[in-house]
């Protein structure tokens, strides 16, 4: 599975949008983009996910670059409960992956008041 | 309301003794799998299984093992084997393998050993 670059951490104004960035730059055709966040002390929660298409769900929207080695998650009204960790996973679908999720260190997002 | 229970949220255990975690879903899921988290690091996958009676090691399955003797189950007991056990551990399921599906975490069980 490719491997994803996130910012260690990023900041958002409580009421803004949040933009949170990840490069996949070595991603292959059938490999989906996930997010998920993780609050303190708790299990992740899915956010969304895509394969080529801007996707957008009650949570978030997805958008993927047109080569497909980037994309970004937005918040579109950021909460202070939108503080979290953010991990931006690439899953290949079927093959060898059995499904695992791959978590690397993600983007602490703080929203301040 | 559907989803995954682990159970207990907390479990302190003395050093030379197992003890099993917890992990239940009424999703009707094929596939569930356990992480372990250690503070400030990503999780990593102990035990995956796809379908019932079937289970395969994921990339730190040493001093662990599991079950899945009902499609809703799928306990890890974490033996006197591991070396390290203090950590958050995870339980997630997942109606299908391939792209395109939700993986859903339960609540996590943080184990300490005294």
């Known amino acids: 599975d490719a491997k994803t670059t996130q910012p260690p951490s990023m900041d958002c104004a409580e009421g803004r949008a949040a933009n949170l960035p990840c490069n996949h730059s070595t991603i292959s055709g059938n490999e989906y983009v996930y997010w998920y966040r993780q609050i303190h002390s708790q299990g992740p929660q899915y956010i969304i996910h895509?394969?080529?298409n801007n996707e957008t769900n009650e949570m978030a929207s997805l958008i993927i670059t047109e080569d497909r080695k980037s994309s970004t998650l937005i918040l579109p009204h950021a909460t202070l409960r939108d503080t979290a960790v953010y991990y931006c996973?690439?899953?290949?679908?079927?093959?060898?992956?059995?499904?695992?999720?791959?978590f690397g260190q993600g983007t602490i997002l703080t929203v301040h008041p | 309301d559907g989803g995954i229970t682990q159970s207990p949220k907390y479990l302190f255990r003395k050093e030379g003794q197992n003890v099993t975690l917890s992990c239940e879903q009424n999703?009707?899921?094929?596939?569930m799998y356990w992480y372990r988290q250690d503070p400030g690091q990503g999780l990593r996958l102990i035990y995956y299984s796809q379908i019932v009676n079937d289970f395969q090691k994921g990339d730190i399955a040493e001093g662990y093992s599991v079950s899945r003797e009902k499609k809703e189950s799928f306990p890890l007991t974490v033996t006197s084997a591991q070396k390290n056990p203090t950590a958050f551990y995870l339980c997630?399921?997942?109606?299908?393998?391939?792209?395109?599906?939700?993986?859903?975490f339960g609540p996590g069980t943080r184990l300490t050993v005294l």
């Open positions: 996973i690439v899953l290949r679908a079927g093959g060898t992956s059995y499904g695992k999720l791959t």
């Open positions: 999703l009707n899921h094929d596939a």
């Open positions: 895509g394969l080529k």
């Open positions: 997630a399921s997942t109606l299908g393998t391939g792209g395109g599906y939700e993986q859903f």
